[in-house]
């Protein structure tokens, strides 16, 4: 049987057509995954003022054209030009990313087109694709101009003046033309070009062409199509930045190349959409002593950074922490030494620096880690410091122009970030693999070979591979593997009928659902296989466990089916269902003192657990395999003072992290898991009935982190609107939060009620209170990213100056294939 579905940004597959190409990809080891490669990037660097510019000799369709590009943004500022056409300041065309929003805007003495997204653009840690496709020929007016990111199309704009029919629009007219910059007519400054990379723009002259022309859809992601058989038109390009000495090549055929400005070869860049490298991010975890922030500056696409004399021990942090299982080799030129430590540090994981996970060789020679420390040699300016993190052997080595300086070991579990704590006007450089030349600051190394996809000054550690994404291992949930994201967790959006209906999107049979009505105040309803259906608890209170026919009256092979209930399927109504994959109805457990019915995904990491309590300390079962980070109890038959609980690994088995019903701070007591931290067998409970009631029924969800896949930590906010950002590896479907030092209310957000950034729509599992909208300017939110989360409200209950919060997190797509968000 063949079956074909859609919904925005996943994939238009059959079952059997998806198994093959996730088949081939993992026998490939994952090089197979992009049919198509793209293999350079132009890096315009805003202080340059790079441009790319071209007079088209004859204006021929300025009705029907397409432009296509792939971006990699650097910085959240204004002005970054896309493409650009004018003479003067009152006859002008851009395709642009102003600040936080994507623009096209036709002027001449008046806004003939203006059209500006809803959809913030703040992911500096991987690719977008924009294609801009316009027909003023067409009768309907919202079909003249089409906006595409990452092959959806924006459909909400905040402002959008469309153009007349038949409208002649300033790009493909005889005015020049630029890439970069909008220089034409102002006098090139710093701050108005574009800031980041920039891969294959195309322009295809007499068309209106859809986003598959330029990419498809593969597993979830996004990626580059062979765009080189294009019918590109008269004035149509294309620059694939293939020659180092003319960036400006156009090798459509044409021969429409453009000049070169504030550009050279070093510019340059293996950093593409199908191979993302590494650069300091300016997204990081900012000082919660606000005095001292804004730190750092950044430049030369993100690869320079720079400390001011004003601060004390500034931080930079790289955008791909390190993963398991790999062994990874950067280098770091210091451009200006000032106050210098250059190291590694898992901060940006949990969010809280500190100096257990923080390993550095100073200026001065001294090499320090959390539990050992050795000395090298003192470095200065102009030298070259490199670093191998290895989680294999879970060691750090340093190096000094080629030498080892010393190895340090005992690297915990955690991602390592190549990190930089700098005062005093510090200024280093990073090369992942990316930046051979040090923006010609050293000469370039002969490390260009295929084994270690880089460019080093010097010899590669034996084994290690420059730091990019084409090197991560594959994930054991994603693209390449058995089974994708969203066939292990996934989130549903339907229309309440009054009347039973099924919801049949899904891509497995759910073994633990999560259904709240977005627009009424109803009861939260939380299913699972193990307990069957009907039978629900509520985490906005503390009852004891329900049956009610009309709510989840099966679980199906693609989803479930609800009856006539109003909080399953009130009339009209917004309904969202979180979805968990587990292994069916449960089998029985023994591994702990207390026998268990267990259903484990071991893969996803997930498994319900069910048991009789017994009043006395005693450890039960959870089918894992290792240890989970995060455990959710509640007593079945008990309500009124039995509420839910929770464990979290980031604070330990002396806390009860929270109860879904509760907005408590986490409170430090022994009476819930015995200070006994879960084993890869078991978890134990004590004498506390909301964990053990003697003779009770209870019920745990059990979670334990998976790679790519789903993330459990803890971060504290800085009280800024310019928040934490929070590293998982991922690009996030579902992120869950709660307070955990304080009084506070439990918040989850996903990808799918919000498609776009700002992330701001709320549910609160902890109140039946309907969905809420925090949209942009609202002191709650975040951002979803290629590689985490960014903070970006003030209020205390996400984001108070040195609060602690505990969160959950599960995966759209691991970072090593995501699309920028």
């Not at 925005?8 to 026998?27: C, D, E, P, Y």
């Not at 190096?399 to 579990?413: A, V």
């Not at 759910?510 to 296989?529: G, M, N, Q, Y």
């Amino acid at each position: 049987m063949v079956w074909i579905y859609f919904r925005t940004g996943t994939r238009i597959m059959s079952n059997f057509t998806k198994l093959m190409a996730q088949a081939a990809a993992g026998a490939a080891g994952g090089g197979d995954f992009y049919s198509y490669t793209i293999d350079n990037s132009a890096r315009f660097n805003n202080p340059d003022v790079p441009e790319l510019s071209k007079t088209f000799g004859t204006a021929t369709n300025r009705k029907k054209w397409t432009y296509s590009t792939w971006a990699k943004i650097a910085d959240t500022t204004i002005y970054k030009f896309l493409f650009f056409a004018g003479t003067t300041d009152a006859n002008y065309t851009h395709f642009a990313v102003f600040g936080d929003y994507l623009w096209y805007l036709n002027y001449a003495g008046g806004n003939q087109i203006k059209i500006i997204s809803t959809a913030k653009l703040r992911d500096l840690s991987a690719w977008y694709h924009f294609v801009l496709a316009v027909d003023t020929t067409q009768a309907s007016a919202s079909d003249r101009v089409k906006i595409y990111v990452n092959g959806t199309q924006l459909t909400a704009f905040s402002t959008e003046t469309l153009p007349s029919q038949n409208f002649d629009t300033l790009f493909n007219s005889s005015i020049e033309h630029t890439i970069g910059t909008d220089a034409q007519f102002y006098t090139p400054i710093a701050g108005e070009t574009m800031n980041g990379y920039l891969a294959e723009p195309v322009f295809v002259d007499g068309q209106q062409l859809p986003p598959t022309d330029f990419g498809e859809f593969k597993n979830g992601v996004w990626v580059p199509k062979d765009v080189s058989g294009l019918t590109f038109g008269n004035n149509g390009f294309l620059l694939d930045f293939a020659d180092s000495s003319a960036l400006g090549n156009d090798v459509s055929g044409n021969n429409n190349d453009f000049t070169s400005s504030g550009l050279t070869s070093s510019d340059q860049m293996p950093d593409t959409p199908t191979n993302n490298f590494a650069t300091w991010n300016p997204l990081k975890l900012r000082d919660t002593a606000s005095a001292y922030w804004p730190l750092e500056s950044y430049s030369e696409g993100n690869l320079t950074t720079t400390h001011p004399s004003s601060i004390s021990s500034g931080t930079s942090y790289s955008t791909i922490g390190v993963p398991d299982d790999t062994k990874m080799y950067c280098e770091i030129y210091v451009s200006t030494l000032g106050g210098s430590n250059i190291g590694i540090d898992s901060g940006l994981y949990a969010n809280v620096p500190s100096a257990e996970d923080r390993y550095l060789y100073s200026s001065g020679g001294s090499i320090s880690g959390p539990s050992s420390s050795t000395s090298g040699s003192s470095y200065t300016t102009g030298d070259i410091i490199g670093i191998c993190i290895d989680r294999v052997s879970d060691e750090v080595a340093f190096y000094k122009n080629g030498s080892l300086q010393g190895t340090l070991s005992g690297l915990s579990d955690k991602p390592f970030f190549p990190f930089f704590l700098g005062d005093n006007n510090a200024s280093i450089i990073l090369n992942a693999g990316q930046n051979g030349t040090f923006n010609g600051n050293v000469t370039a190394g002969g490390n260009t070979d295929a084994n270690d996809l880089g460019d080093f000054k010097y010899t590669v550690p034996t084994d290690a591979l420059a730091l990019c994404t084409a090197n991560f291992p594959e994930p054991t949930i994603g693209p390449t593997s058995a089974s994708l994201s969203d066939e292990h967790f996934d989130t549903v959006l339907y229309t309440g009928t009054g009347t039973s209906q099924s919801i049949s999107t899904l891509e497995f049979q759910p073994d633990f659902v999560w259904i709240k009505s977005r627009t009424d105040a109803a009861t939260h309803l939380l299913f699972d296989t193990i307990r069957g259906a009907s039978n629900f608890l509520a985490s906005s209170d503390s009852d004891a466990e329900s049956t009610v026919t009309s709510t989840l009256t099966s679980f199906d092979t693609n989803g479930f089916t609800v009856g006539a209930n109003n909080a399953a399927n009130g009339s009209g109504d917004d309904i969202v269902a979180w979805n968990w994959k587990a292994n069916g109805s449960g089998v029985s457990n023994t591994d702990g003192a207390t026998a268990s019915t267990v259903s484990a995904n071991t893969d996803a990491g997930f498994s319900i657990v069910t048991y009789t309590g017994t009043g006395a300390v005693t450890t039960v079962g959870h089918g894992l395999g290792v240890a989970p980070n995060f455990i959710i109890v509640k007593a079945r038959d008990q309500g009124t003072g039995y509420n839910w609980c929770s464990y979290s690994s980031m604070l330990g088995p002396t806390y009860n992290t929270g109860g879904l019903d509760v907005t408590s701070a986490a409170d430090a007591h022994p009476n819930y898991w015995a200070n006994t931290a879960p084993t890869s067998s078991v978890f134990t409970v004590s004498t506390y009935g909301v964990v053990n009631d003697n003779g009770g029924q209870m019920l745990a969800y059990c979670f334990a982190e998976i790679e790519g896949f789903s993330s459990f930590g803890k971060y504290t906010g800085n009280g800024s609107a310019d928040g934490p950002f929070i590293y998982t590896g991922f690009r996030p479907a579902w992120f869950m939060l709660k307070k955990s030092s304080g009084t506070g209310w439990w918040y989850v957000f996903d990808s799918e009620r919000n498609t776009y950034n700002l992330t701001g729509k709320a549910v609160f599992p902890n109140s039946t209170s309907a969905e809420s909208d925090y949209p942009g300017g609202s002191s709650l939110g975040m951002d979803f990213l290629s590689n985490g989360v960014k903070l970006r409200g003030s209020q205390t209950e996400q984001n108070g100056s040195g609060t602690t919060y505990i969160y959950m997190a599960f995966a759209e797509n691991p970072f090593k294939y995501a699309n920028a968000r």
